[in-house]
């Protein structure tokens, strides 16, 4: 059975680093084709991807976003890490890690495993 | 970025009819789209994937079809569960969501 949870702060001030911490359980990231992905979805609005990482530590980062991200894996503590600098008021969002089902190629993904969600506010 | 458009945003339907939420890419996807279903403070949860495969475990009742640019998710009964929203995405590329369909019952 694959679980994910994600961890982190749940409160920030802008121009901060986050780290959230995804920890899964029911599949290994050093398996052929296993990826993890990151999503958030700001409150009331719709979902936005964020970044994917694979078992080869292969990394695809949004593009509106990929100067603010790095992930990074732990596969012997089954995690995926994410951070992202200088953070705003408009990164306020619940955030999510999921477990890449399928895609035609490296950068697209849909996730059939997702974590409960974790909102981060960022205020001042 | 590819835009992908849901139509209606919210829609209002009784227990038993047949409900059908379109929606709509900036560009041919082919048959890379998914449908997601969302409830207050929960995840996301994939009902279909690759326009019409279901997700295992998820009611026969929810259909998909379409391919290019168009695409419809079907409930053939609506069930009081439903009530969600539900959001389409495309994954020919760097994926993106549309805006969401509040299904209200």
């Known amino acids: 059975q694959i679980t994910l949870k994600e961890s982190g702060p749940s409160l920030m001030t802008p121009t901060q680093t986050l780290t959230l911490t995804c920890t899964f359980s029911?599949?290994?990231?050093?398996?052929?084709?296993?990826?993890v992905g990151w999503i958030r979805q700001p409150p009331g609005k719709a979902l936005e991807w964020l970044v994917l990482?694979?078992?080869?530590?292969?990394?695809r980062y949004s593009p509106s976003l990929q100067t603010r991200l790095t992930i990074t894996k732990d596969t012997s503590r089954n995690q995926v890490v994410l951070t992202m600098a200088n953070i705003d008021p408009a990164d306020t969002a619940t955030y999510y890690c999921?477990?890449?089902?399928?895609?035609?190629?490296?950068?697209?993904?849909?996730?059939?495993?997702w974590s409960q969600g974790t909102l981060v506010t960022v205020s001042s | 970025d590819i835009q992908m458009t849901q139509s209606p945003s919210t829609l209002s339907a009784s227990v038993g009819d047949r409900v059908t939420i379109t929606c709509r890419a900036s560009?041919?996807?082919?048959?890379?789209l998914a449908w997601y279903q969302q409830k207050p403070g929960k995840a996301p949860k994939l009902l279909i994937y690759?326009?019409?495969n279901l997700e295992g475990g998820v009611p026969a009742r929810f259909s998909g079809s379409g391919s290019g640019t168009e695409f419809t998710l079907t409930i053939s009964s609506l069930q009081p569960d439903d009530s969600a929203t539900y959001y389409c995405?495309?994954?020919?590329?760097?994926?993106?969501f549309g805006g969401g369909t509040k299904v209200e019952i």
């Open positions: 995405q495309q994954y020919t590329g760097y994926s993106t």
């Open positions: 560009q041919s996807i082919g048959t890379w």
């Open positions: 690759k326009a019409s």
């Open positions: 029911g599949f290994s990231l050093s398996t052929y084709g296993v990826g």
């Open positions: 990482i694979y078992w080869d530590d292969d990394k």
């Open positions: 999921a477990h890449r089902l399928e895609g035609p190629n490296w950068n697209a993904a849909v996730f059939d495993y």
